[in-house]
């Protein structure tokens, strides 16, 4: 190599070296300040986790303080429970002695009450014992009495009792047949009546015995009313006599009212011949059924033909028929009337006056008229109550002998 080019060759050699200077400072410029980084950032997370410490410490610190004044607060607490515990400890055991003691006061005033009323019922009870004992006492007086009367009877002294029942049956039987018309009861009464004074013994009551079986033989013979078959037979003949018939001159003219309200047909008309006109009672017969024909079809065509009818007046026949039929009505239902009060004089006057009435006011001719006065006739004949004629004299005659037994003994 020549010197020029060595001269060439070494200026490169150094801009290459200080070139390579200069990079390598570089590079330790740079290490230095990531070294300083480094070593900050180490002195910040170091300061940083210091102050965290000294925070931490602090609020441990707080946090004890604070779990120290709890626990302080606690006692306190607890103290104070323990204070209210006594208190209401000591306040259930006075109420409890308290009531402990109330209850033993309404225990003793219960057991003074109740041994009281104990007392009250015992006395009121011995009162109501001695009361019934005195009664008993004086019901058993009676019985004793009772039994000694009944003794007596029966060692013979019974004559008064028969009598006196003899006499009660005998004043019942002339009831039975006297108010309530009932001969059967009256008899039965008799003959108990009779066998009483058998009982007695006695042998001068023969003549009282035989005037007994004398009455009970007149019970026998009279007839017994039939009181019920009665009433209907008079409620029947003042039915009938609602519908009787008026005389013939008087039932002929009918009323307007019963024109008009019954029903009529044409009536054939009675044809004429040709023959000579003879006076006979066929041809007036004709002529008057005929002329009554045409007047009553005449009658009935002008009714159907009228708009508005007038309420026609009752007829003089229809206000006598009326009349009539009522005097005879009240007349049969004052008969009954006598009949339920067991009248026999008012019963046949009531009839006889309904009689009269039929008689006077209605056609006698007349089959119902007929019948209901025959009825009037044979009901007039039966006895509303029951014959006492000849009863009582019996009665009389034991009561004066017993008047005259009661004297002598």
């Known amino acids: 190599m020549s010197e020029k080019d060595e001269v060439k060759a070494t200026p490169a050699t150094e801009d290459t070296t200080v ?33 965290a410490g000294e925070e931490s410490t602090q609020k441990f610190s707080t946090l004890q303080q604070s779990i120290g004044s709890a626990d ?23 109420l409890a002695s308290t009531l402990n003691t109330q209850t033993q006061a309404v225990a003793a005033e219960a057991q003074s009450n109740l041994d009281a009323a104990i007392a009250a019922s015992t006395e009121a009870l011995k009162s109501e014992v001695a009361t019934v004992n005195t009664t008993l006492q004086q019901a058993l007086d009676v019985t004793n009495k009772n039994l000694a009367i009944t003794q007596d009877l029966a060692a013979g002294n019974n004559i008064d009792m028969l009598l006196n029942e003899a006499a009660f049956l005998m004043r019942m039987g002339a009831h039975q047949a006297s108010i309530a018309s009932n001969a059967s009861a009256a008899i039965e009464a008799y003959e108990a009546a009779d066998q009483a ?38 409620d029947e003949l003042a039915m009938a006599s609602n519908n009787l018939a008026l005389p013939i001159d ?51 065509e002008n009714v159907r033909q009228s708009v508005v009818q007038p309420e026609p007046e009752p007829s003089q026949v229809a206000i006598r028929q009326y009349g009539s039929n009522a005097e005879a009505r009240d007349a049969i239902r004052r008969a009954t009337g006598a009949v339920i009060r067991g009248d026999q004089s008012n ?41 006492t004629t000849g009863l009582g004299e019996a009665e009389a005659m034991l009561r004066e002998f017993t008047i005259q037994l009661g004297a002598s003994s």
Do not use: C
């Not at 009529?264 to 059924?289: C, K, M, N, R, Y």
């Not at 019948?371 to 039966?382: G, I, P, R, S």
């Open 197 to 234: 004074i058998g009982r007695t013994g006695l042998t001068d009551v023969t003549d009282i015995r035989k005037q007994i079986r004398i009455e009970i033989g007149l019970l026998r013979r009279y007839e017994q009313p039939d009181i019920e078959g009665l009433l209907m037979r008079l």
């Open 347 to 387: 019963f046949v006057a009531a009839l006889e006056r309904a009689a009269e009435v039929i008689r006077t006011n209605f056609d006698t001719a007349d089959t119902g008229v007929n019948y209901v006065l025959e009825e009037l006739e044979a009901v007039k004949q039966l006895p509303v109550r029951l014959d």
């Open 72 to 94: 302080s607060k606690v006692s306190e607490v607890e103290a104070s429970v323990s204070a209210i515990e006594a208190a209401l400890n000591a306040r259930i055991d006075e």
């Open 19 to 51: 070139s390579k200077s200069v990079g390598g400072g570089f590079i330790a410029v740079l290490a230095l300040l990531l070294a300083l980084a480094a070593v900050g950032s180490g002195g910040w997370f170091f300061n940083q986790q210091k102050k």
């Open 250 to 300: 008087a039932s002929t003219v009918k009323p307007v009212a019963e024109v008009v309200e019954t029903t009529h047909e044409p009536v054939a008309q009675t044809a004429t011949t040709s023959t000579p006109f003879e006076w006979s009672l066929d041809s007036i017969g004709q002529i008057i059924e005929s002329q009554a024909a045409e007047l009553g079809n005449a009658l009935v």
